[in-house]
């Protein structure tokens, strides 16, 4: 029996399963698959594809009981488990800014990791390519970015990698590659060569695909930026983003340090039901079915995108529970120790596309403050906000 059974492994799933365990409850998070973070940018947005601002986001999921502590709390908790993660996020929530993607369009965000930067308005700007990697083409980027910032000056070009490969290289493969300090040294010197071979003596921003190493990250941004002597920054795009592997991998790691009980491959096909309580859900694996028993549970599987909804011609229907829900995916009879995380909340909350990071932060921080698992919070920030206050 554990304190805490968290069904999904996406961002909302990881992260609640995290802050759960460090408020001292015992954990177990079940999960089908990886979720959605791997095929994102890695970038926590508001509301994606928009300059929407929390009160949009807070409006248009008509979300009750976010005062600004919870939001403070929230934000302050995720970006300093990413201090301690090794994997740094700089950016507001109060101000978006607005950051390149690998179409050379701009896409407006609020927390990002260090080795992506905000695009200025003005100054002179280099787009770098690589020969192998076929879906980051700088000639393109370059024309959108102009379109978008015309007082840029914008230069670009493609260098090699010099790297074997029996397959299409994509930018992951490129950001493992780079993690090779010798690997490293010859592309940042073909790339010093290749500037002044064009006559390019200086620049105020370097753009890259998501190339900048998993793990070790720091390393590959320190050397391209310090050897370049300019701002460096990811252009996230297509999938997969190096900047959102580092993401999943270190959220998943840190779920395996803190003893976090993991059934991966697992999934859950029902739940035993009391009048108004989950008792223990039925598990599914390659081998054989078994019943977890919590004390509560927590749903982040992702809605229609994630799996944890489907979508009929009139109807949705709760694929892992079995609950009863309406037409817009809402919950018709709440339990008392079941949780909603991220876009498992239904249609409202896709309503514009798919949820944000910063939804699936909030949401997961949210349901961990609330329930006041078995310790006392920590924390001043935590102290402060009870859950007579939500
Ligand atoms: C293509 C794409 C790009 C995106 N890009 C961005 C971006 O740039 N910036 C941004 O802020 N957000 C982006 N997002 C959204 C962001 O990743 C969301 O925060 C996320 O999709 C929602 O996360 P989640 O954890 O709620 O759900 P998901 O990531 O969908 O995770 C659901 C989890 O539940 C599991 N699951 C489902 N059913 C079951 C079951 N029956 N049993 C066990 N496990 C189950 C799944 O296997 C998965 O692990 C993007 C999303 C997509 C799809």
């Excluded at 697992?266 to 739940?271: A, N, T």
Aim: a neutral charge.
């Amino acid at each position: 029996m554990y304190d805490v059974v968290v069904i999904g492994q996406g961002l909302t799933g990881m992260l609640s399963a995290i802050w759960t365990k460090e408020e001292g409850a015992s954990v177990a998070i079940i999960s089908q698959g990886t979720g959605r973070i791997l095929q994102s940018t890695g970038v926590m947005d508001i509301l994606p594809g928009t300059e929407g601002t929390m009160n949009d986001l807070i409006r248009k999921y008509q979300i009750k009981g976010w005062n600004s502590l919870l939001v403070e709390g929230g934000i302050d908790r995720f970006k300093t488990l990413m201090v301690q993660l090794g994997n740094p996020y700089q950016g507001s929530i109060e101000q978006p800014v607005e950051i390149v993607t690998g179409s050379g369009f701009l896409k407006s965000t609020a927390l990002y990791p260090t080795t992506v930067s905000p695009i200025p308005h003005k100054g002179h700007v280099v787009v770098v390519g690589f020969q192998e990697i076929t879906d980051f083409q700088p000639s393109y980027v370059a024309e959108n970015l102009a379109s978008e910032r015309p007082e840029l000056t914008i230069d670009h070009f493609s260098i090699s990698l010099e790297q074997r490969s029996h397959r299409t290289m994509t930018q992951l493969d490129a950001a493992r590659l780079l993690e090779q300090k010798e690997v490293r040294n010859q592309v940042i010197q073909r790339l010093k060569d290749k500037m002044k071979e064009s006559s390019i003596h200086k620049s105020d921003l370097v753009i890259l695909p998501s190339v900048l190493g998993v793990i070790g990250w720091e390393s590959v941004w320190k050397d391209f930026k310090n050897q370049l002597d300019t701002t460096i920054t990811e252009a996230v795009g297509m999938p997969p983003n190096a900047t959102a592997i580092r993401l999943h991998e270190q959220l998943h790691r840190e779920t395996t340090r803190l003893g976090v009980r993991q059934y991966l491959n697992s999934k859950v096909v029902g739940s035993k039901q009391g009048k108004q309580t989950i008792e223990s859900v039925m598990v599914r694996n390659a081998n054989h079915t078994i019943e977890i028993k919590g004390t509560s549970f927590v749903l982040a599987t992702g809605g229609i995108l994630g799996g944890g909804m489907e979508k009929m011609a009139s109807s949705i229907t709760e694929t892992t529970l079995g609950l009863e829900v309406d037409q817009e995916g809402n919950l018709i009879n709440p339990y008392d120790n079941l949780y909603l995380v991220g876009a498992s909340q239904g249609l409202r909350v896709t309503s514009h596309g798919i949820t944000g990071g910063i939804f699936s932060i909030l949401s997961s921080y949210e349901t961990v403050i609330k329930n006041n698992y078995r310790q006392p919070l920590g924390g001043e920030q935590h102290d402060k906000l009870t859950r007579h206050q939500l």
